[in-house]
């Protein structure tokens, strides 16, 4: 099924070429609200990355709000895309999404194995949390 | 200087519309077009297994085995080629040494330099020794005259040159402090050999290691001399080819370097490096050691010229590698915006998670030379970094 937030994102990266969807991924970055320092802890952490990776989540009114930060910009950037996907949706939701942005705007093919597989384990991590909380 | 770029095929590709800047030498180096005609005309017309058949093929691929074993003789000073094997790289000749010595080892100290790679630290913590570091000064000198030599002391393990900084540690003073106290010096050289001339007689270590494919051969070889005086150590794997004798009761060895080679080895692999050391002899050591020097040393001063960029390690003499960070840009955020300009480095701790501990970072890019690359290859990786600078203000 389309998802009206992912065809947007895919439609602002449309046609780019590398180095400006970098671009485009630094500005999403600094969109990105700073994760507290107190919550930048090594039991937050995701292993895979080639940067590190901080996740945070939480449920408010049956949602689910996931807070991510990277000390790099150019992951950041990705995980700001995917949170405005996932961010802030019931667990079930979340569970039923089909990423498909990541693949369309280039992301899957362009990302080395290491790489693509720092962000297979973020997705797999909130997933993990979105089934957790279904219970 | 000639341009070597034309010899080595890889380097004719284009990575995202540009012309492709290969600064990662550090890990792996390209082959000439000599060394991969040789891999192929071995499968092609020589394939065979060495030391076993009696039959034409064998006999050849025998000859080019050993003869390959003559030149990195030849190549690293030895005395004769019993003191070279061949293993599958430095690794491999590391942990081979740290396996084969575990009796002498085992609760005693290896002292190593403290800009190791995790390949010459692992080995002998695995080996049940513990590490001590020999010390340096802030721009990572080693400090040979500090070094204390207790009874626990039974090797010291350094480095040739950083894989990290590019620094080249002196192994000679290091080779006669050791002497004094009949201790043992392993050498890694996985990251001098391919950039300048080795004597292992001159040097005075007694072992040796080094990858094949850091220096323009395949990867999955390397060498390690051992020597004459550890030649009798026990082979740390033992199998088919390295024995004399065997009962079930009892086995004896054939003598080095056949003791230390059990099993089929990587045969095309260790012709190959007879390939690449033909190539760089071609060359000539001196004259490739000249021309990376003045590239190397056209990249850092730029790069220490570079407001904004931090440039790790500075010693004596220096090869290779260069480590830096742009100040706030994490370098993993450098190193991809460098590949999207084709231009190829390494981020990150690069296996020396000790050395970044004392150097006060996560990780850095590091622009590794070898002897293909150009002052041009330099002024690109300048241009790459204006352009990451830009793209994250």
Known sequence: MRDAVQDEIIGQFDGLEWLDKYGLLISYAKELEPMDKEFRTEENSISGCQSKVWIRTYRENGRLIIDLDSEAMITKGIISLLLKVVNNRPPQEILDLDLYFIDEIGLKSNLSPARADGLASIIRRIREVAEREMN | ?393
């Open chain 2, 1 to 393: 200087m000639s341009d070597f770029r034309k010899d080595f095929p890889i380097l004719e590709k284009e990575v995202y519309g540009k012309r492709l800047v290969y600064l990662d030498n550090a890990a792996t180096s390209q082959k000439p077009n000599s060394v991969i005609d040789t891999i192929s005309d071995y499968y092609s017309s020589d394939n065979s297994n060495i030391h076993r058949g009696v039959h034409y093929l064998s006999e050849i691929s025998s000859e080019k085995y050993e003869k390959s074993r003559e030149e990195v003789s030849n190549f690293i000073g030895a005395g004769e080629p019993g003191e070279v094997t061949f293993t599958a790289g430095t690794t491999d000749s590391i942990n081979q040494v740290a396996c084969s010595l575990k009796s002498i080892l085992k609760g005693n100290e290896v002292l190593v330099s403290g800009v190791e790679h995790h390949s010459n630290i692992v080995p002998w913590q695995l080996a049940g020794a513990t590490l001590r570091e020999i010390p340096m000064d802030e721009g990572c000198n080693l400090l040979p005259d500090s070094i204390e030599i207790t009874d626990k002391t039974k090797l010291i393990a350094i480095s040739h040159a950083s894989n990290v900084l590019g620094s080249v540690n002196p192994i000679k003073e290091v080779v006669e402090i050791a002497k004094e106290h009949d201790i043992p010096v392993l050498v890694d050289a996985a990251q001098s050999i391919q950039h300048m001339p080795i004597d292992v007689q001159d040097i005075g270590c007694d072992f040796l290691a080094a990858s094949g494919h850091k220096m323009y051969a395949a990867t999955g070889v390397g060498v390690l001399y051992t020597s004459e005086r550890f030649g009798d150590i026990l082979p740390a794997r033992g199998g088919g080819g390295m024995v004399d004798r065997v009962t079930l009761e009892e086995t004896t060895y054939l003598k080095p370097p056949l003791r230390y080679e059990a099993g089929t080895p990587h045969i095309a692999g260790a012709i190959s490096i007879a390939a690449a050391i033909d190539y760089m002899q071609d060359i000539g050591m001196d004259k490739i050691r000249e021309h990376e020097h003045e590239v190397y040393s056209y990249a850092r001063n730029k790069l220490l010229e570079t407001d904004g960029v931090t440039v790790y390690g500075n010693t004596k003499e220096m090869c290779g590698s260069i480590s830096f960070n742009l100040d706030g840009i994490h370098h993993y955020d450098t190193g991809l915006i460098l590949d999207k300009m084709g231009i190829a480095v390494r981020t990150g701790h690069h296996c020396a998670q000790p050395l970044m501990r004392t150097l006060g970072t996560e990780g850095t890019v590091r622009a590794s030379f070898a002897l293909y690359n150009t002052k041009e290859d330099a002024d690109r990786l300048l241009e790459g970094i204006e352009k990451v600078r830009m793209m994250y203000a």
